[in-house]
């Protein structure tokens, strides 16, 4: 036994060092789902420090490096930070050093998604998200961007500054273990900024708003309606008139010249015969790239059209000065992807909202003019099926030849998990997307470089509409409806960017990648809708389309992805309707819940169950819709039963033929029937209210007139909300279907805000978007007044810290319809200031 | 040495071992703990002495530097958000104990693997034995 007595100090010894190492190693790197556990919960460095950062500034004096001249910080009791720099470089290094401070780690995650770095810090989860990102190319884009501008370009110089602010940042949280918690818990610490990362940051904006699925959509809906019905029911230009604002006249031109385009033979832009068919391999690529695309992050591209912006001139405002309103609609989450900041150094003085990655206002106003934003909704993004052939492996035919694919090679790091290698091929057109049945690659305007930042950065210095509009001339993606008021008196109103035009066939399906469909150029800048100074003394946009039917160009379809118009209906209603505009005037119509569409069809409905003998449950919600004031709002029980019944009209109108023709909502959810459906939305509207009695038969040819369906869809809502909402309809109200929630962009639950219930539906001014638990809508709301004060307001809060006081303290105040000024009043004490020295 | 004496030593040698593991959290130098119980292991003979020694250097060095901070700093709720984060639902106190459980871990193995180690450079005789254990 004494003899054993080394062998079991040795094992001993040894099982000691395997704990001992096991703990250090789980200390330091972590292990499966937790994360490194010495780093992560030290009382020094640890998560901890979150409870420490989470106080409010308070006055003193700090060190920034790259400073030329004393800065100075200031901050509201909002949390909305002033800049005072003496040098423009000095405004840029604050930017950068306030974002970083207060938004490190929103700011990492949006860099990584547009890189496809997601997965390298949450695991595999991320890699359809990673992949896509990789093939799509934004890091290519903002690489290609970076290497374009000159060394005097004033947006390389900006972003060069707003890098020193933000790896200051960077340099002293890791020095003093400040970091965000969220980096201690994922295990990783934060590269270095670089102005690639900015331009970045700009390519994930551009992707939500400007990336598109239509042709994808219309692909899959021909395979199953045919050609003929799926133009019927989804058109080109709309049923309804939805309030251009660009009224014409109009003249057409020559394209004009894309940036970077790959050179094509110029042709005659030709109308070609509708395509009948989709190919079954067309379909198995279109599926398979609609699988991924659905399964990206819930932001990554934006399939909502909700945002709002006008502005009327002096003759219609209380001050006799133009007034602006500007609420652009986005995913709603906490934190927000705004900032709020004003600033005023040598060459900038402005106010409004930022992006954190990025160094400049989006939407704001300087001391002369005042501009905000809306989607324009046009088809930036053409699908390409190009021809290959197992003998020509690795190439396309194009023009007439094989042409060799680009190759670039990736490899995905995951975290817990062998990296992903990746090949992405180029085509003249871009990157294949997939090669599934069939080789599909996608041309977006988007992948276009596009010098966004010298384009704000001249809006924001400009004082005038011609200084205004000729900034905006290089603006080539996401195209905006850049609205414009200034304090001389006069309104404008320009739709920004690329619009694509192709040689010949249909752009709303995939097209030939042969060369005959080619993108050739795009609409002349001084075509595109635009408007200044109208007659009517207003100037507004919805996300409808910007001009008539007679406009010469293609700008996209009812389902690519104009809105249905309501909300501009209701703008225009509004403004036309009503003199001496005030600030609490234009509040009340961007939280209008008033929904246009049913103040159009309830009467229809009500007059057609009139004819009916109702008794019971169904007469009590007759009398509700009948004494209903179109209001969508939270203690409204006719709010419930019209939105019940809209929904139930659709599906009965159009499910038979979804179910007979197999529509694939299963593969693709922007397929399902539903009141997001705008063009569908457009059809029900006219069949109702023009009463063809023939217009929507059944699948057996059985013909339907609208009062059958609405009679059947009524009774249907009645007999669902008493099942789901119990048998009184008095007590249905809409905020017990309808809610709002503001999830957190990191997608941690404990993090968001709600949801609660809410009033609003996808068609009010104040919309509400992303079904019964609406994750979409007014992401700023901000109304700048000439004669007077301006003001604005976020569902957020500046900062990302979850223990601020500054993380969702806007929330309340937007939720009431309040607002904030934007900028402090002249005897306003800051709550604190930082002081910044050389 | 006689054993009150000793005792001081001990006690002082605790308190700035715990004051070395509070600065070197504050440091981000987590694994300062580790480094104290190994060397209690290695230096104080008795093994029970030797764990407690560590026990106190560390859990006090990550405990009463988080107790200080909870003075001025909302700790508790820190810990609801951490255990939200976690997927811990809202128990906040799973978390402190985390916390806590951590530098006892870390006592308790680096005494343990000094004490091994120092058995097979200098094997006890079995009246030292009954002694040290």
Redesign the interface.
Known sequence: MRAM??LF??L??A???V??GG??YA??RGVGPLPP???A????????T???N??LPHTETLAMNGLSKPVQVSFDAQGTAYIHAKTNRDLFIAMGYLHATFRLFQMDLLRRQGEGLLSQVVGKKAIASDTFEDQLGLQRTAEAEWKGMSRTDPARIALNDYTIGVNDVITQDEAS?QLP??FK?LGYQPKKWTPIDSLVVQGDMTQTLDFTTGPLEYALLVKSLGYTKTMDWFPVLPQDTQQPYDLGPYRKESPAPIESQPSSVPAKVKQTTPQIQVTQAETKAVTRLTQVIDALPADAIHHGSNSNNWAVDGTKTASGLPMLAGDPHLSQTVPAIWYQVSADAPSYQFQGVSIPGLPLILIGRNNQIAWSLTNVQNQATDYYKETTNSTHPGSYEWNGHWHKMQQIHYEIPVKGGKAVPLTVNLTVHGPVMTQSGQTMSVDWMGALPSPDIDAMLQVIRAHNYHQFKQALKNWHAPTQNFIYADKAGNIGLISAGYYPIVKSGNPWLPLPGDGSADIIGTIPYNQVPQAYDPPSHILFTANQREVTNAYPYFIGTTMDFFDNGYRADEIHNDLIGHNKLTNADFAALQNDTHDYLASEIVPKLTQTLSSSHLTGTDAQAQQLLAHWNDRMDESSAGASIWWTFWTNYMKDTFGPWWAATHVPTNIDSNLALGPSQTALDEDLEAWTLANSPTQFTLPNGSPRTSQDVMTLAFHQTVSELSTTLGKDPGKWTWGRLHQRAFPSLAQ????GYGPRPSGGDLWTVDAADGGMTSTAGPSWRMIVNFGGQSEGVYPGGQSEN??SLWYENQIPAWWNGEYYPLTPSVDGTPLASWSFNP | METSKWMWMVWLLVGIELAITWVGNHLGLWYVAFAISIANGFVLRRTITAMWASYIACIGGWGLALAWQALFAPIGRTATIVAGIMGLGSHGIIVIVLALLLPFLFATSGTWLAKALSRIARPPSSQADRLSD
Not at chain 1, 41 to 48: K, M, S
Not at chain 1, 748 to 751: D, S, T
């Open positions: 007595r080394p100090r040795g001993h010894a099982a000691a060092v704990v001992t703990l250090l200390g330091a556990l010495g780093n919960f030290n009382p020094g460095t640890g998560v901890w979150m409870a420490a989470s106080q273990g918690a969220l818990l941690i639950g404990v993090l979850p223990l």
